[in-house]
């Protein structure tokens, strides 16, 4: 017994109507359940017989769907990459704000505009490599950096080990860098609002560059606010240099690597 390959409808209960089945005439008369059944007119005057090559189109269909869902890339969360300093002129210059002087290093390189103006902070956006980019110039002023980086980051829902701070550290010498996964403030104010404004979380990557320690017994204070001096300029373009470099290793092979290639970076006087 064969039924149709596709939908049938029943318009009466006779014996022809029957035949429309694939039956024959006097089927209903023999005494099975499903000839009873239509004898009877128990049966639905619209009935769809659906047969295996149709399941197989639906079933087909569905994998397909499946498919084209699986080969859909997952959205890629921006790395944030943020620089901490003291907004105005009268500060750019100076040992706090390497960081700002960082992140402009970085935007150079990789062809990037900080133009715009969001959650208190100027932003640019962009791509190092196939991954994309944020980077951050807070304008708080440099105590209250966290409320600008909090309020990005739970924004645009960055996950933490995606959010890069780099920023001064009297503990290193000049124009030293130092990448660590995680860690402290280590004394810096605008660490400590960072860190705040993560709810304590410590768990994000820091590009730490060294500025020294102040000469005698000068404030530290009047230290950090003081310029560069045209020799440690040059210093600071060709740490600049390494910086960026680090950066992309970062993003593009993983913190170990780019941990390894900071580490291992000689400076300008050890190159001669």
Not at 50 to 63: G, H, K, N, V
Not at 108 to 134: C, H, T, W, Y
Not at 187 to 215: C, E, Q, T, Y
Request: aromatic share 8%; glycine share 10%.
């Amino acid at each position: 017994m064969k039924l149709g390959s596709t939908a049938v409808v029943i318009t009466s209960s006779s014996s022809s109507s029957v035949a429309t089945l694939g039956f024959p005439k006097n089927y209903y008369d023999k005494p099975s359940w499903f000839g009873q059944l239509l004898k009877t007119n128990m049966f639905p005057h619209h009935i769809p017989i659906l047969s295996s090559s149709s399941a197989s189109i639906s079933t087909t269909t569905e994998d397909s769907k499946d498919a084209v869902a699986a080969a859909k890339p997952k959205q890629q969360h921006p790395w944030l990459i943020v620089g901490l300093g003291n907004p105005g002129k009268k500060y750019y210059s100076t040992r706090h704000n390497v960081g700002f002087q960082m992140v402009d290093a970085l935007a150079d390189a990789e062809g990037i505009s900080i133009s715009g103006v969001s959650f208190k902070a100027l932003l640019g956006k962009g791509s190092i490599g196939n991954v994309p980019v944020m980077l951050a110039k807070p304008q708080t002023f440099m105590n209250a950096s966290g409320e600008s980086v909090g309020a990005i980051a739970s924004y645009y829902k960055i996950p933490l080990k995606q959010v890069l701070l780099i920023y001064d550290d009297l503990d290193l010498p000049f124009a030293k860098l130092r990448l660590l996964p995680k860690g402290g403030h280590g004394g810096h104010n605008g660490m400590k609002s960072v860190i705040n404004h993560f709810k304590g979380s410590r768990d994000f990557p820091r590009l730490r560059i060294g500025i020294g320690r102040p000469p005698g017994k000068m404030d530290t204070a009047n230290f950090v606010l003081r310029p560069f001096t045209k020799q440690e300029h040059e210093e600071l373009d060709f740490m600049f240099q390494q910086g960026t470099e680090a950066v992309r290793i970062l993003l593009l092979e993983g913190v170990n690597k780019s941990a390894t290639f900071v580490n291992s970076t000689k400076s300008i006087e050890q190159l001669g």
